[in-house]
């Protein structure tokens, strides 16, 4: 069965830029290219940040991008907000119209 | 504007079965061609699990690993679908959330309902 692997913290300083890498294990996973990226502050839904790998939904802003090498995708924020620290996760299509979620990386503006 | 809320008890008992609802406004159920309705379920302190989706014809897909203890429905006339959990245990208690799948092209979740705690006590 795939699993999705993130790291479970990540840190950066205002303005830095970070990256959040998302790797896939396993075979079922129907095409690496359907990868999405969500953010979730406590107690609140998550929201979509990326989708397809790469692409941004309206009103996110541009500081947010995706990318994917191999089975690893990545999200990178760039000029990093203190409004940024959140909790970030990957998630993928593994076909028959299933997703599976990676386990979550809590970002720490320093 | 596409809305989702769940509702359903907040305190489910061991052994028995939970069951939440998720009604859509803004957007009809009955025509989403492309768009599959899922519950997402997140433990307190840790990460989201998928528990699985329905179209709208009924066609139904879960997590392989719960799948023998969910039943997700959907009501087009009253634009909501459900979920049902059965034999539940304390490892079941955690926010519940319902959303849309967008398949219509891309893979995403676009629309979340607020997620609701279901704890499973006795």
């Known amino acids: 069965q795939s699993a999705l692997t993130q790291p479970a913290s990540v840190s950066g300083s205002p303005g830095q830029s970070i990256t959040i890498s998302c790797t896939e294990t396993?075979?079922?996973?129907?095409?690496?290219?359907?990868v999405s990226w969500y953010q979730q502050y406590p107690g609140k839904a998550p929201k979509l940040m990326i989708y397809?790998?790469?692409k941004r939904p309206s009103g996110v802003s541009n500081r947010f991008s995706g990318s994917k090498s191999g089975n690893t995708a990545s999200l990178t924020i760039s000029g990093l907000q203190a409004e940024d620290e959140a909790d970030y996760y990957c998630?993928?299509?593994?076909?028959?119209?299933?997703?599976?979620f990676g386990g979550g990386t809590k970002l720490t503006v320093l | 504007q596409v809305q989702l809320q769940e509702s359903g008890p907040g305190l489910v008992k061991p052994s028995e079965t939970l069951s939440l609802t998720c009604v859509v406004s803004?957007?009809?159920?009955?025509?989403?061609?492309?768009?599959?309705w899922g519950w997402i379920r997140q433990p307190p302190g840790k990460g989201l699990e998928w528990i699985g989706n329905?179209?709208?014809?009924?066609?139904?897909y879960y997590n392989p690993s719960l799948k023998s203890r969910v039943t997700i429905s959907v009501d087009t006339s009253k634009n909501q679908f459900s979920l049902k959990l059965s034999s539940v245990t304390a490892a079941d208690t955690a926010v519940y959330y319902c959303?849309?799948?967008?398949?219509?092209?891309?893979?995403?979740?676009?629309?979340w309902g607020q997620g609701t705690l279901v704890t499973v006590s006795s």
């Open positions: 959303a849309r799948l967008d398949s219509s092209g891309y893979y995403r979740l676009d629309y």
């Open positions: 803004g957007y009809s159920i009955s025509i989403s061609s492309g768009y599959y």
């Open positions: 329905i179209y709208h014809s009924g066609s139904t």
């Open positions: 396993g075979s079922d996973v129907a095409s690496y290219d359907y």
């Open positions: 397809d790998v790469s």
């Open positions: 998630c993928s299509y593994v076909g028959s119209n299933n997703v599976v």
